[in-house]
């Protein structure tokens, strides 16, 4: 290493290391009650701030019991407090998901470093590239698809288990967190086209006759889908 350089990634102490003990029980405190997991993921679904009475309600629990689980997440450092101001009384707190994604494997995997390689590579080939890599998205879709799905919200059924949830706003297909959404900040037209393809390919493998672009992220978390459907006959 030159003298005076910056330090490379594997010469700076603790930055690739695997998760220690004390964050596996970060992990392991905030999920174990099932309570605190209906919360959490109920607020990563929403992506929207959201006040103590407003999650009791939405998970159903006691006002009490809500603001316990909320304060323990926060103290995990899972949440982020704020006050909603430009009300009369006092400001109520409001609670929000912390960036970034809930995980844990070990030793740590790199699978999205290795999908912003792969894909900021493959932007460099041009069209063709993102051809191909909606083209392989299709095929995925298609291996995963429902075959006679009523309507595109049902054949979406058929990719619910890779974690988004999508929702048919009219022509669009809205998943309101995309599961890709790391990788896609690195490379967007490449990620965006899998995405596109996968869903595609999903409502091909249904036997709906559908073709799938991306339109772009839709803030905090997700992402929206253009769906044509060819024009019928007079």
Not at 44 to 56: A, F, Y
Not at 66 to 71: G, T, V
Not at 144 to 166: F, T
């Amino acid at each position: 290493m030159i003298e005076g350089s910056p330090p490379r990634p594997h010469q700076v102490e603790g930055l690739h290391e695997p998760p220690r003990s004390h964050e596996i029980e970060r992990l392991a405190s905030a999920l174990q009650d099932p309570t605190r997991r209906r919360i959490l993921l109920a607020l990563i679904r929403d992506g929207e701030p959201r006040t103590v009475d407003e999650l009791s309600e939405l998970v159903g629990v006691h006002r009490t019991v809500a603001f316990n689980h909320l304060e323990r997440l926060t103290d995990l450092e899972y949440l982020e407090k704020s006050q909603r101001r430009g009300r009369l009384g006092k400001p109520a707190s409001l609670y929000s998901v912390r960036l970034g994604v809930l995980s844990m494997s070990y030793p740590a995997r790199q699978f999205v470093a290795l999908a912003s390689i792969v894909a900021t590579g493959l932007i460099a080939l041009g069209d063709d590239a993102v051809a191909a890599a909606k083209d392989a998205g299709v095929r995925f879709g298609e291996e995963m698809a429902l075959p006679g799905a009523r309507s595109i919200a049902e054949a979406l059924l058929a990719v619910r288990w890779l974690g988004a949830d999508y929702d048919v706003d009219g022509a669009r297909i809205l998943a309101a967190n995309c599961i890709f959404l790391e990788a896609c900040n690195e490379a967007r037209s490449i990620v965006c086209g899998v995405h596109a393809g996968i869903l595609e390919g999903a409502l091909r493998g249904a036997g709906i006759a559908a073709t799938v672009e991306p339109q772009g992220p839709v803030p905090p978390h997700g992402c929206a889908y253009a769906v044509t459907r060819p024009k019928r006959a007079a």
